[in-house]
């Protein structure tokens, strides 16, 4: 198939081109500068579509699905989560339509978007939204842009967990802090949902060729829910560490959130710990129900949290990150 992949020089982009790549599809990928594609190999039957969101090229004639996964998870200002996540979709949903195609669009979302659960119990994707972050707000109106084209192409969201693997910044801080000895906990306990970064290519990948319903919502995630201090202590076990808890109160966090941001405004470089993700971890329990896309789709996560921690943790130590 001739497809397209934004956002295909990150984290989650790089792997789901190199699984796509070696399933034997012919992949364009939008990349702002063809001289720094960050994760992203050139490759056969890979093209390099150069451009970003707001300054698109001319897209693929022949273009039978899109992977949308470009977004900003961090900004420097939430006006900038905005600005991308949900103009940014809206332009290239503009772009297809005035190019005439009506590609499989394939939508990577965020469980930030929907609501939190204020006991723990998993929550459906059917549940009214309502998002705790500029960050988790954007990504939902991001959602209704592409759910306005629904009756012009066919449009799957799939509202992933947190995801953590090889090549994750986001969970690098935790693994480095339990390497030094310290478990770095809040007096009040955080569960979310994960997944590992394979399984979230698989189902993508699957959106490719299963049947759906145009508009659909989709949870994608491990359907057994951690808690922030149970994902510290099992790097822990792997690494062979014994480890000290440092207990934050999250009023803390909020205040260092927002010193954060005031250094990152100086550095020019979104930090991970700002007041948009605070507002998250305030709410405490992210976790999903993963019924809907097992019924549908037949998916399930098959990576089973030991497992993949492990893997996550030798490439870290492999590539000199830990």
């Known amino acids: 198939m001739n497809l397209l992949v934004t956002g295909a020089t990150g984290f989650i982009g790089s792997r789901l081109v190199e699984q796509l790549l070696q399933a034997g599809h012919r992949v364009q990928a939008l990349v702002r500068n063809p001289a720094r594609l960050g994760w992203l190999k050139q490759a056969e039957n890979l093209v390099l579509l150069e451009g970003d969101l707001f300054s698109l090229p001319e897209l693929p004639a022949g273009c039978q699905a899109v992977f949308h996964l470009a977004g900003l998870t961090k900004a420097l200002k939430p006006r900038d989560y905005y600005t991308v996540n949900q103009g940014g979709t809206a332009s290239l949903l503009d772009k297809l339509e005035k190019s005439g195609l009506a590609p499989r669009f394939i939508h990577l979302s965020s469980l930030a978007a929907g609501r939190p659960s204020p006991d723990g119990t998993p929550v459906k994707e059917d549940e ?18 592409v759910l306005k084209r629904k ?55 699957l959106c490719l060729t299963v049947s759906f ?10 359907p057994v829910p951690r808690s922030w201090e ?29 010193i954060s941001e005031v250094f990152s405004r100086f550095s020019g470089r979104p930090s991970p710990l700002n007041r948009s993700k605070c507002r998250d971890l305030e709410k405490l329990f992210w976790v999903a129900d993963t ?28 590539n000199n990150w830990l």
Request: hydrophobic share 45%; with cysteine.
């Open 291 to 318: 019924g809907k896309i097992k019924r549908d789709l037949g998916f399930e996560t098959s990576w089973t949290f030991p497992q993949a921690m492990r893997v996550t943790l030798d490439w870290y130590l492999e």
């Open 230 to 258: 149970e994902i510290g202590l099992e790097a822990a076990r792997i690494l062979g560490l014994k480890v000290k808890p440092l207990r934050f109160p999250l009023w803390l966090v909020k205040s260092a959130s927002g």
């Open 128 to 145: 009214p939204a309502c998002p705790a972050s500029p960050y988790g707000h954007s990504k939902l109106l991001a959602e209704e842009e």
């Open 213 to 222: 319903k145009s508009g659909e919502i989709y949870n994608v995630a491990d």
């Open 151 to 205: 009756e012009k192409m066919p449009v799957i969201i799939l509202r992933a967990a947190a995801i953590y693997g090889p090549r994750d910044r986001d969970f690098l801080q935790l693994f480095q802090l339990v390497k030094k000895g310290w478990l770095p906990t809040f007096t009040k306990e955080l569960l979310l949902s994960l997944c590992y970064v394979d399984d979230l290519v698989r189902a993508l990948e």
